[in-house]
């Protein structure tokens, strides 16, 4: 037996990321447009940066608090009061090393050997290893292309639960359809969990990245005193700190000790200077949120609409996050697909196979960039797209 086969099973069975593949592939490739990440071009604002390097110089480098700064989760936990209009105490936040950190903890309060997570996909692929890495089977359930839109099907999300299922993962607004659940479809997601007796895990990381107000509706806006209801976020997309890796949990507060205890053993709690930074975003970044959103909007509509232009993608402007996810008439391998495109259109996307065996052929492109950018690379697919027989 060889050195790799005494690894974990789980370990080994983790799966290559499609997206890093194709970055992989083309990174550093001389005039090549990157839209294959999930993140803006933007760099962190100084007001951002400069709240940790003050912490830095003044000697905040030592062990802290394991669930976050006090003035962090005050911050936060005032944060999600403005925004989504009710009570939340300090005591219901935790701060973890990023939002996948986030989900790693919350997986592995929840889930375990012989154990299911039920989630809605196509996804983000992370959150599928993750519970792969616990034990845990990931079942997925499929969104419904329209035409014109995606939708869940209520009733193939209550079909897919079975004994074994600890929780429903939901990513609203979604990555990478843009697929953002309305009002309705929160509350009968809810009522599914409480009928079954499971979590729901809301991961509402791209919810000020919504094109229908200021902010997507929320299972904030749905949720009783007693749901068994779970949070995950990060700090990454709105306030361009997708580098930092500072994310945050909110909970029930019975469960301070348990999440606690889990960063004690993976992380042991995130470095006090990277916490100043965070709370200068929270308590100064409103209006470069709503400059970013903006931007998002404007970009939305150039990309999109230069896609379904050619008459040959199956496009819709998305209604949150800041991504397009596209099907291209004849194209059946979204990898290979993405590996051409690399090599002779120069734009970086990331292949659909990557968040669902479901869209193999499709593409998804992050369009938070300049816009001059996002023009170019438009044309750029415009033209590779008329170029195929």
């Known amino acids: 037996m060889s050195l790799l086969q005494r690894l974990r099973p789980a370990a080994l069975a983790a799966p290559e990321s499609g997206i890093v593949a194709v970055i992989n592939h083309a990174r550093g490739?001389?005039?090549?447009?990157?839209?294959?990440?999930?993140?803006?071009?933007?760099?962190?604002?100084?007001?951002?940066?400069?709240?940790a390097a003050r912490a830095l110089r003044e000697g905040e480098t030592f062990y802290t608090w394991q669930r976050g700064i006090p003035e962090l989760r005050e911050a936060i936990a005032g944060y999600t009061e403005r925004l989504y209009g009710r009570p939340t105490a300090p005591d219901r936040i935790f701060v973890t090393g990023s939002g996948m950190h986030a989900i790693q903890l919350v997986l592995a309060a929840l889930a375990g050997e012989g154990d299911e997570v039920v989630f809605v996909s196509p996804l983000w692929p992370n959150f599928?290893?993750?519970?792969?890495?616990?034990?845990?089977?990931?079942?997925?359930?499929?969104?419904?292309?329209?035409?014109?839109d995606w939708a869940l099907d209520l009733d193939r999300l209550r079909d897919a639960i079975t004994p074994c299922t600890r929780a429903i993962f939901v990513n609203?607004?979604?990555?990478?359809?843009?697929?953002?659940?309305?009002?309705?479809?929160?509350?009968?997601?809810?009522?599914?969990?409480?009928?079954?007796?499971?979590?729901?895990?809301?991961?509402e990381i791209y919810s000020r990245f919504f094109y229908g107000g200021t902010r997507a509706p929320?299972?904030?806006?749905?949720?009783?005193?007693?749901?068994?209801?779970?949070?995950?976020?990060?700090?990454?997309?709105?306030?361009?700190?997708?580098?930092?890796?500072?994310?945050?949990?909110?909970?029930?507060?019975?469960?301070?000790?348990?999440?606690?205890?889990?960063?004690?053993?993976?992380?042991?709690?995130?470095?006090?200077?990277?916490?100043r930074g965070a709370v200068a975003a929270i308590e100064g970044g409103e209006a470069f949120v709503a400059e970013q959103v903006a931007r998002a909007a404007e970009a939305r509509r150039i990309f999109t609409g230069a896609l379904a232009?050619?008459?040959?993608?199956?496009?819709?402007?998305?209604?949150?996050?800041?991504?397009?996810?596209?099907?291209?008439?004849?194209?059946?391998?979204?990898?290979?697909?993405?590996l051409r495109i690399a090599d002779e259109a120069l734009v970086g996307l990331a292949p659909g196979g990557a968040f669902a065996p479901t869209t193999?052929?499709?593409?998804?492109?992050?369009?938070?960039?300049?816009?001059?950018?996002v023009e170019e690379s438009a044309a750029r697919l415009a033209e590779w797209i008329g170029r195929q027989p």
């Open 309 to 338: 232009a050619t008459n040959r993608v199956s496009v819709a402007p998305p209604a949150g996050a800041f991504y397009a996810f596209f099907a291209i008439d004849g194209i059946t391998d979204g990898m290979q697909a993405a």
């Open 172 to 203: 609203t607004p979604n990555n990478p359809t843009g697929w953002t659940a309305d009002a309705a479809t929160i509350r009968g997601i809810l009522a599914i969990a409480r009928e079954a007796g499971v979590f729901v895990v809301a991961d």
């Open 218 to 275: 929320s299972f904030h806006d749905a949720m009783g005193e007693e749901d068994a209801l779970i949070f995950v976020n990060s700090f990454s997309k709105n306030w361009a700190m997708t580098g930092w890796r500072v994310g945050w949990i909110e909970a029930p507060a019975a469960f301070g000790q348990t999440i606690e205890n889990l960063v004690q053993y993976s992380n042991s709690g995130v470095a006090a200077f990277m916490q």
């Open 29 to 51: 490739r001389d005039g090549l447009i990157p839209l294959w990440a999930g993140e803006g071009d933007l760099a962190t604002p100084a007001f951002i940066a400069e709240a």
């Open 360 to 373: 193999r052929g499709h593409l998804r492109a992050c369009f938070h960039r300049r816009l001059d950018q």
């Open 128 to 148: 599928a290893a993750a519970a792969g890495l616990c034990g845990a089977r990931a079942v997925d359930v499929a969104l419904d292309w329209t035409g014109e």
